[in-house]
């Protein structure tokens, strides 16, 4: 599985932006899905998760209320809807796909929230 995120930028306090992640392959509806985050500095933390048929999803305290995670399995890919964006979620957004043993990581796309 290959997977290309798409969607970052620099955005102003409580602007939005919608990250998507692609993936390649036909097996993507089988693979729980998530975001992770890393900002420079700190570890690298799970943002959302949602399962493969989309019935279970978390968030970290951080962005709940704020970010919104969907997938689309007809299209492969999953999306990240990140609203009232603060200086703090500024970071390099991976997406992640995971499977058993089998644990897929995309490139990242650096998100940057300052006025």
């Known amino acids: 599985v290959q997977l290309v995120e798409s969607g970052g930028g620099l955005v102003q306090p409580g602007g939005s932006l919608r990250l998507s992640c692609a993936a390649s392959g036909s097996t993507f509806s089988t693979y729980v899905m998530s975001w992770y985050r890393q900002a420079p500095g700190k570890e690298r933390e799970r943002v959302a998760i949602?399962?493969?048929?989309?019935?279970?999803?978390n968030y970290a305290d951080s962005v709940k209320g704020r970010f919104t995670i969907s997938r689309d399995n007809g299209k492969n890919t999953v999306y990240l809807q990140m609203n009232s964006l603060k200086p703090e979620d500024t970071a390099v957004y991976y997406c992640?796909?995971?499977?058993?043993?089998?644990?897929?990581w995309g490139k990242g796309t650096l998100v940057t929230v300052s006025s």
């Open positions: 992640n796909a995971r499977r058993s043993t089998w644990d897929y």
């Open positions: 949602i399962t493969s048929v989309g019935d279970i999803i």
